[in-house]
């Protein structure tokens, strides 16, 4: 008898879900959208193992609801959803997909950095509201993006690949992380520096108690006043209601985000969207059909690799060794 894997999502890209009904006896979502709690619950009463997305949050309630489970995939890079010490206690083991998706996070990345330097959607939403209506030699007069300096924090797989697509621009760049290492495209410099003293600041560290909230008031007050805040990690990590502010009262220049705090926000009224020149999308860093297929695939292997007894490819790092 096969066992039961749990899929909280309908319609994932590639292959990977013929190849794990081979194996396993799937029970998955009917709907598209995150499920509430107890439907969640339902799904993985007495299921073996979760394929799940980083907005399903697996604390330590659902994992006592739902004993039998003793795997949790994670088609992220990023596992915050998951109460890591929870499933430490339990014994569970818990994976997620980096290596896959860096390179296409990277290219939003670069997107934002160009839609909030330049200004491209505010002059999209212009020409199709009919506000071109003269050539105006100052229109909507922007900030270069070539010859800038960028500012990465957290220099992992996508704050390289970052820091590599800026050398195609000809910008100085710098970064900071915990631990101190420069190489042949980035220097290291402590956070306060960063953040004085670049004209474009890209987060690309995971959400925990150390980065949340770490761009606060105090933060966005030291850049400089032509500076772009990016964010394609996690909206916790910025203090949204002080990023509202900076905005408007000119401590900053501009932001382009893919993440917020509270995903989905469906919320029209939210401050953060009437910010000026600023740039929000709808978390979608490594949204292509050939990177979400590959890391449903890399999740897929960690499931077959478990149920046949073997060790998993991408164990998080907390519950290694």
């Known amino acids: 008898m096969f066992p039961t894997v749990a899929v909280t999502r309908n319609g994932l890209p590639g292959p990977g879900m013929t190849r794990l009904a081979e194996a396993a006896t799937l029970r998955i979502a009917t709907s598209e959208v995150p499920l509430k709690r107890d439907a969640l619950v339902d799904l993985a009463a007495d299921a073996t193992a979760m394929v799940c997305v980083s907005g399903d949050q697996l604390d330590a309630s659902f994992m006592e609801r739902c004993p039998a489970i003793r795997l949790l995939a994670v088609i992220s890079a990023g596992y915050d959803s998951v109460d890591v010490a929870a499933a430490r206690q339990r014994g569970l083991v818990v994976t997620n997909t980096p290596g896959v998706l860096h390179e296409t996070v990277a290219d939003l990345t670069f997107g934002l950095i160009l839609a909030a330097r330049r200004r491209l959607v505010e002059g999209d939403r212009l020409v199709r509201a009919g506000g071109w209506t003269q050539s105006d030699y100052r229109l909507l007069f922007a900030q270069d ?165 073997r060790p998993v490819l991408t164990l998080i790092p907390e519950l290694r060794g």
């Not at 042949?184 to 108690?209: F, K, M, N, Y």
């Not at 905005?247 to 900053?252: A, K, M, P, S």
């Not at 220049?253 to 929000?280: F, I, K």
């Not at 590959?294 to 007894?309: I, K």
């Open 145 to 309: 993006v070539h010859g800038a300096r960028l500012g990465i924090v957290g220099y992992g797989e996508i704050g390289r690949a970052v820091a590599r697509r800026a050398v195609g621009f000809g910008m100085s760049i710098v970064h900071h992380t915990r631990t101190r290492r420069d190489d042949a495209v980035s220097s290291w410099l402590p956070l306060d520096e960063l953040l004085r003293t670049s004209d474009i600041v890209s987060l690309h560290v995971p959400l925990g108690v150390a980065t949340r909230g770490m761009i606060g008031e105090r933060e966005l007050r030291l850049m400089r006043p032509t500076a772009t805040l990016v964010n394609t990690a996690r909206g916790a990590i910025v203090d949204e209601a002080a990023l509202v502010r900076a905005l408007h009262e000119g401590w900053i220049g501009s932001a382009g985000l893919d993440v917020q705090a509270v995903e989905p926000n469906p919320d029209p009224a939210d401050p953060l969207l009437s910010a000026p020149n600023c740039v929000v999308l709808p978390h979608v860093g490594s949204a292509t059909e050939a990177t979400r297929g590959a890391m449903v695939d890399l999740a897929v292997d960690n499931v077959l690799r478990f149920l046949g007894g």
